[in-house]
Nanobody
Framework: VQLQAFGGGLVQAGGSLRLSCAVSGRTARKYHMGWFRQAPGKEREFVAAITRTGATTYYADSVKGRFLISRDNARNTVWLQSHSLKPDDTAVYYC????????????????????WGQGTQVTVSS
């Protein structure tokens, strides 16, 4: 499966941005999906995740209430809608896919994901 993340850009603090992750090669409904981000000089960190059907979502505390993860399996696409962006949200954002049935126990861990997209840069100016 191939993942392509896009939609990043430069936005002012307080603004909004919607990232997209296109899933190709296999149908998206086979995979749980996650978003991670990596800021300069920092480790890659979990942002949000969603189960195969979209019934359950998970968020990092740092983005809870500001970000929303969603998906449309018919369109093989996963989105990350962000609001009230802060300079601390500046990072390269990656989408990832997990094919296992252990997702609920490890959705926050990079090692649980089988496939990764190339990343899209989000820069939030103060």
């Amino acid at each position: 499966v191939q993942l392509q993340a896009f939609g990043g850009g430069l936005v002012q603090a307080g603004g909004s941005l919607r990232l997209s992750c296109a899933v190709s090669g296999r149908t998206a409904r086979k995979y749980h999906m996650g978003w991670f981000r990596q800021a300069p000089g920092k480790e890659r960190e979990f942002v949000a995740a969603i189960t195969r059907t979209g019934a359950t979502t998970y968020y990092a505390d740092s983005v809870k209430g500001r970000f929303l993860i969603s998906r449309d399996n018919a369109r093989n696409t996963v989105w990350l809608q962000s609001h009230s962006l802060k300079p601390d949200d500046t990072a390269v954002y990656y989408c990832a896919a997990d094919r296992s049935d252990l997702f609920s126990n490890r959705y926050y861990s990079q090692s649980g994901y089988d496939y990764w997209g190339q990343g899209t840069q989000v820069t939030v100016s103060s």
